[in-house]
Nanobody
Framework: QVQLVESGGGSVQAGGSLRLSCAASLYGYSDYCMGWFRQPPGKEREGVAFINSNRATNYADSVKGRFTISQDNAKDTLYLQMNSLKPEDTAMYYC???????????????????????WGQGTQVTVSS
């Protein structure tokens, strides 16, 4: 069973930075994808950044060059470094994971929320102008 717990959200002014963390219990799983999703008020949940067990990454166009996803070597913490934040980045941010067969570790970087079956409870990020 994979458990995910996010932290690090908060309020910041436009142009500022935040780092989100996700404590993840992935011991025993060698092939997986993890991602950060966000859900703005009144909108659908969207993918933001993804990383697989080979440390390959994928980003939504809206955050490329501003956000960086990473995972520590012990595979127990996922991070999202968010720089140059904009008011439109305001949302509830969720950490998610999916365990896959090895041959899918490249493909899962491009999966949508429906394929992810482990979710954290979310952490709020608010960016003011």
């Amino acid at each position: 069973q994979v458990q995910l717990v996010e932290s690090g959200g908060g309020s910041v002014q436009a142009g500022g930075s935040l780092r989100l963390s996700c404590a993840a219990s992935l011991y025993g799983y060698s092939d997986y994808c993890m991602g950060w999703f966000r859900q703005p008020p009144g909108k659908e949940r969207e993918g933001v950044a993804f990383i697989n067990s080979n440390r390959a990454t994928n980003y939504a166009d809206s955050v490329k060059g501003r956000f960086t996803i990473s995972q520590d070597n012990a595979k127990d913490t996922l991070y999202l470094q968010m720089n140059s934040l904009k008011p439109e980045d305001t949302a509830m941010y969720y950490c998610a994971a999916v365990v896959v067969a090895r041959w899918l570790t490249g493909t899962c970087l491009h999966w949508g929320r429906d394929k992810y079956n482990y979710w954290g409870q979310g952490t709020q990020v608010t960016v003011s102008s």
